[in-house]
């Protein structure tokens, strides 16, 4: 059985999250990552603040959920921390490359801890679509002008701890969340996470960087706070709840299609002939990978 609402809120990730490494190889001249995750996670919890109130007001909100999110808490932190760093140091196009290593942790984490989604184990249409996915997703890396390079090992280093610690994240959010109304989960855990990265940015950031900053930098701060961190968190655990880990890390190779082809506007890198070739195969992938969901039962709960 399809689940419109988990595919649509999938998808609308992927255009979200696709926005992300833009957005901050936009300001590495402007800021450093301590202040980038400072400001960025301020307002995602900020954003959330006033729904959360008033859910803790109705009663709504269970006292388990502000222990348990404690966990998925200090893995986003070191997440979000190697991420933000990770384009002083590593070109964007080897960045797009090393991240997908999520895949691979989040399918073994997945089949390890949730009974239900190990039938995909036996899903000719899951592995068919991941594979082909997984060839696209490799044309549209090695398919440019110039194969991705321009990293230095602490670069390297940097986005796969990223990519392990995404993986812990968002396992732990389905583990301990499932139950639980997506968007309360994630308020508790943007508090959380804003006040890590806060006093990460009061010791080793540049907390008062907004006054010298343009109003145009600190208008885009605060949307990609919006569109990348409070959004699309969101919009994957809603998927995730009801898609499972699996599908829905695998499905997200797309979204390196869609970085590719909005960083050709932004910084005029043309995608050749070749890498529109393997976005198509990615996206018959990722059509696949959706299509097998009925081998997952979805989750009732937002």
Request: hydrophobic residues 55%.
């Amino acid at each position: 059985m399809r689940d419109n609402k988990a595919t649509i809120a999938l998808i609308l990730f992927m255009l979200c999250s696709g926005t992300i490494p833009l957005f901050l190889k936009y300001f590495t001249p402007y800021i450093d990552g301590w202040t980038a995750n400072g400001y960025r996670y301020a307002v995602a919890a900020l954003m959330y603040l006033p729904f959360l109130l008033i859910k803790i007001k109705a009663k709504k909100v269970d006292s388990k959920v502000w222990k348990l999110a404690l966990i998925p808490t200090a893995f986003n932190i070191v997440l979000q921390s190697t991420w933000a760093w990770a384009p002083y140091y590593i070109d964007p196009g080897l960045i797009g490359f090393l991240g997908r290593s999520t895949l691979i942790w989040s399918i073994i984490g997945s089949f390890i801890l949730f009974s239900d989604e190990r039938p995909l184990l036996g899903s000719k249409r899951f592995w068919f679509g991941l594979v082909i996915a997984i060839i696209g997703f490799t044309g549209l890396s090695l398919g440019g002008k110039d194969i991705p390079y321009g990293g230095t090992l602490f670069g390297i280093i940097l986005v796969l701890t990223s990519c392990l610690f995404m993986s812990a994240y968002l396992l732990s959010v389905r583990y301990y969340f499932r139950k639980t109304d997506s968007r309360i989960a994630f308020s508790v855990i943007a508090l959380y996470t804003s006040i890590g990265t806060i006093i990460m940015m009061l010791f080793l950031g540049e907390t008062m960087a907004f006054i010298r900053l343009p109003l145009k930098i600190n208008f885009l701060i605060v949307l990609s706070a919006i569109i990348g961190i409070g959004v699309a968190h969101v919009l994957y655990y809603v998927a995730q709840k009801r898609l499972g880990s699996a599908i829905s890390s695998s499905a997200v190779l797309l979204s390196a299609f869609y970085t590719a082809f909005l960083s050709s506007f932004i910084f005029d890198e043309k995608l050749t002939i070749f890498q529109w070739v393997a976005g198509l195969l990615i996206t018959i992938g990722g059509v696949l990978l959706l299509t097998a969901q009925g081998k997952v039962k979805p989750q009732a709960s937002q």
